[in-house]
Nanobody
Framework: QVQLVESGGGLVQAGDSLRLSCAAS????????MGWFRQAPGKEREFVAG????????YYADSVKGRFTISRDNTKNTVYLQMSSLKPEDTAVYYC????????????????WGQGTQVTVSS
Protein backbone atom coordinates (compact mmCIF):
# COMPACT_ATOMS: atom_id res chain seq x y z
CA GLN A 1 0.00 0.00 0.00
CA VAL A 2 1.09 3.54 -0.79
CA GLN A 3 -0.63 6.57 0.68
CA LEU A 4 -0.47 9.78 -1.32
CA VAL A 5 -1.30 13.28 -0.10
CA GLU A 6 -1.30 16.25 -2.47
CA SER A 7 -0.82 19.86 -1.42
CA GLY A 8 -0.12 23.24 -2.94
CA GLY A 9 -3.30 23.93 -4.83
CA GLY A 10 -5.07 27.25 -4.73
CA LEU A 11 -6.54 30.20 -6.59
CA VAL A 12 -4.17 32.05 -8.91
CA GLN A 13 -4.40 34.41 -11.85
CA ALA A 14 -3.62 33.57 -15.44
CA GLY A 15 0.11 33.69 -16.04
CA ASP A 16 0.99 32.84 -12.44
CA SER A 17 2.95 29.83 -11.24
CA LEU A 18 2.13 27.19 -8.67
CA ARG A 19 3.94 24.13 -7.34
CA LEU A 20 2.05 21.04 -6.30
CA SER A 21 3.55 18.45 -3.99
CA CYS A 22 2.61 14.86 -3.39
CA ALA A 23 3.96 13.16 -0.29
CA ALA A 24 4.05 9.37 -0.27
CA SER A 25 4.16 6.97 2.63
CA UNK A 26 4.05 3.23 2.92
CA UNK A 27 6.03 1.12 0.49
CA UNK A 28 9.39 2.15 -0.96
CA UNK A 29 8.68 5.31 -2.93
CA UNK A 30 11.53 4.85 -5.38
CA UNK A 31 9.95 1.63 -6.64
CA UNK A 32 7.05 3.51 -8.17
CA UNK A 33 6.43 5.39 -11.35
CA MET A 34 4.54 8.56 -10.45
CA GLY A 35 2.03 10.55 -12.41
CA TRP A 36 -0.09 13.68 -12.20
CA PHE A 37 -3.59 13.72 -13.59
CA ARG A 38 -6.33 16.33 -13.52
CA GLN A 39 -10.08 16.43 -13.80
CA ALA A 40 -12.05 19.52 -14.68
CA PRO A 41 -15.79 19.80 -13.97
CA GLY A 42 -17.79 17.78 -16.46
CA LYS A 43 -14.69 16.27 -18.04
CA GLU A 44 -12.86 12.98 -17.76
CA ARG A 45 -9.67 12.64 -15.79
CA GLU A 46 -6.67 13.29 -18.03
CA PHE A 47 -2.97 12.62 -17.92
CA VAL A 48 -0.78 15.63 -17.16
CA ALA A 49 2.73 14.34 -16.49
CA GLY A 50 4.63 11.21 -15.50
CA UNK A 51 8.09 10.44 -14.15
CA UNK A 52 10.11 7.25 -13.95
CA UNK A 53 11.23 5.77 -10.65
CA UNK A 54 14.67 7.36 -10.95
CA UNK A 55 13.45 10.65 -12.39
CA UNK A 56 15.47 10.14 -15.54
CA UNK A 57 12.43 9.99 -17.83
CA UNK A 58 9.53 12.39 -17.88
CA TYR A 59 6.42 12.58 -20.03
CA TYR A 60 3.89 15.36 -20.56
CA ALA A 61 0.54 15.97 -22.12
CA ASP A 62 0.82 18.23 -25.14
CA SER A 63 -1.39 20.80 -23.42
CA VAL A 64 1.16 21.38 -20.64
CA LYS A 65 4.47 20.69 -22.38
CA GLY A 66 6.85 23.59 -21.90
CA ARG A 67 4.81 25.03 -19.03
CA PHE A 68 4.75 22.24 -16.43
CA THR A 69 7.67 20.31 -14.96
CA ILE A 70 7.42 17.08 -13.00
CA SER A 71 10.19 16.09 -10.63
CA ARG A 72 10.73 13.84 -7.65
CA ASP A 73 12.90 13.64 -4.58
CA ASN A 74 13.20 10.03 -3.51
CA THR A 75 14.95 11.05 -0.28
CA LYS A 76 11.81 12.96 0.69
CA ASN A 77 9.28 10.54 -0.82
CA THR A 78 7.79 13.44 -2.73
CA VAL A 79 6.86 14.19 -6.32
CA TYR A 80 6.33 17.74 -7.53
CA LEU A 81 4.50 19.46 -10.35
CA GLN A 82 5.82 22.93 -11.10
CA MET A 83 3.21 24.79 -13.13
CA SER A 84 4.02 28.03 -14.92
CA SER A 85 2.15 30.32 -17.29
CA LEU A 86 -1.10 28.99 -15.94
CA LYS A 87 -4.23 29.34 -18.02
CA PRO A 88 -7.91 29.26 -17.04
CA GLU A 89 -8.19 25.93 -18.85
CA ASP A 90 -5.73 24.46 -16.33
CA THR A 91 -8.44 24.77 -13.69
CA ALA A 92 -9.09 21.29 -12.29
CA VAL A 93 -8.60 18.97 -9.38
CA TYR A 94 -5.07 17.61 -9.63
CA TYR A 95 -4.28 14.08 -8.50
CA CYS A 96 -1.02 12.30 -8.04
CA UNK A 97 -0.85 8.57 -8.60
CA UNK A 98 1.62 5.69 -8.30
CA UNK A 99 2.18 2.50 -10.27
CA UNK A 100 4.75 -0.25 -10.51
CA UNK A 101 4.50 -0.50 -14.29
CA UNK A 102 5.46 1.91 -17.04
CA UNK A 103 2.20 2.89 -18.71
CA UNK A 104 2.69 6.52 -17.82
CA UNK A 105 -0.32 7.97 -19.65
CA UNK A 106 -2.92 5.36 -18.70
CA UNK A 107 -4.87 6.18 -15.55
CA UNK A 108 -5.98 2.55 -15.27
CA UNK A 109 -2.33 1.52 -14.80
CA UNK A 110 -2.02 3.47 -11.56
CA UNK A 111 -2.95 1.52 -8.46
CA UNK A 112 -2.69 4.28 -5.89
CA TRP A 113 -4.25 7.72 -5.91
CA GLY A 114 -4.29 10.76 -3.70
CA GLN A 115 -7.39 12.73 -2.75
CA GLY A 116 -6.62 15.59 -5.09
CA THR A 117 -5.95 19.29 -4.72
CA GLN A 118 -7.94 22.05 -6.40
CA VAL A 119 -6.23 24.46 -8.77
CA THR A 120 -8.28 27.40 -9.98
CA VAL A 121 -6.89 29.86 -12.52
CA SER A 122 -8.82 33.08 -12.99
CA SER A 123 -8.63 35.12 -16.18
Amino acid sequence: QVQLVESGGGLVQAGDSLRLSCAASGRTFSNYVMGWFRQAPGKEREFVAGISWSGARTYYADSVKGRFTISRDNTKNTVYLQMSSLKPEDTAVYYCAAQVGSSYRASAAYAYWGQGTQVTVSS
